[in-house]
């Protein structure tokens, strides 16, 4: 009687595990997955976004509120947090709560940040996401009012150039400017007479 044929389950278990490893992967693309930003590469965000108490941020995808909260308490901004998890905008605002700020500082709101209307008083965004996300969000970046600056932690919005990149801990911190561009004029014309309208384009600088 021969040998007993070795058995293949190990093998086939461990091709199981990595399967499931690299589904999981692919699922975690297309989602905005949870990521504490470390409170140092906060502070470095933040001062790199050149904050003034005249600005309002908005963090999209806000998690536990440190970027939001550290932005008001430190530079005396208002600052706003949009998340869709409603775990993650309680963990918020005790985190606000914790730092003594008021709903005059600092706001969370439960959101999509695909959906929600952008913010027109809005001169800072931030945030930490999954370039796909980044990639879904980039039309409506490109509609936030003149010279807003967006801060990107990790991960570049795909298709903006990238001239400066920021490192921090070995992290990627990216800076946008949003521009909008005079590049001519239109001629409407009603009972009262004709006049010249401005047509403005967007352009998005790396600085």
Not at 7 to 17: C, E
Not at 20 to 45: F, S
Not at 81 to 96: C, I, S, T, Y
Request: charged content about 25%; aromatic content about 8%.
């Amino acid at each position: 009687m021969g040998p007993k044929p070795k058995s293949d389950w190990p093998m086939n278990f461990a091709m199981l595990i990595i399967i499931l490893l690299l589904l999981a992967g692919v699922c975690r693309a297309d989602t905005d997955i949870y990521g504490e930003t470390p409170q140092p590469a906060v502070n470095r965000l933040l001062e790199l976004a050149e904050l003034t108490e005249d600005d309002v941020l908005y963090d999209f995808g806000s998690g536990n509120g440190n970027i939001v909260v550290t932005a008001a308490k430190v530079y005396g901004c208002r600052a706003v947090g949009l998340d869709n998890n409603p775990e993650m905008v309680a963990l918020g605002k005790r985190n606000a709560e914790r730092n003594h700020l008021g709903e005059d500082q600092v706001v969370f709101y439960k959101r999509d940040v695909l959906a929600v209307p952008l913010p027109k008083d809005a001169t800072v965004v931030t945030c930490f996401l999954t370039p796909e996300m980044l990639r879904k969000l980039r039309p409506r970046f490109e509609r936030l009012p003149d010279k807003t600056r967006i801060i990107c932690y990790q991960h570049e919005v795909p298709g903006w150039s990238v001239e400066k990149v920021k490192v921090f801990q070995g992290r990627k911190i990216f800076r946008w400017r949003v521009r909008q561009v005079k590049v001519g004029t239109k001629k409407v014309c009603g009972r009262n007479g004709c006049s010249y309208i401005p047509i403005y384009d967007t352009k998005v600088e790396s600085y």
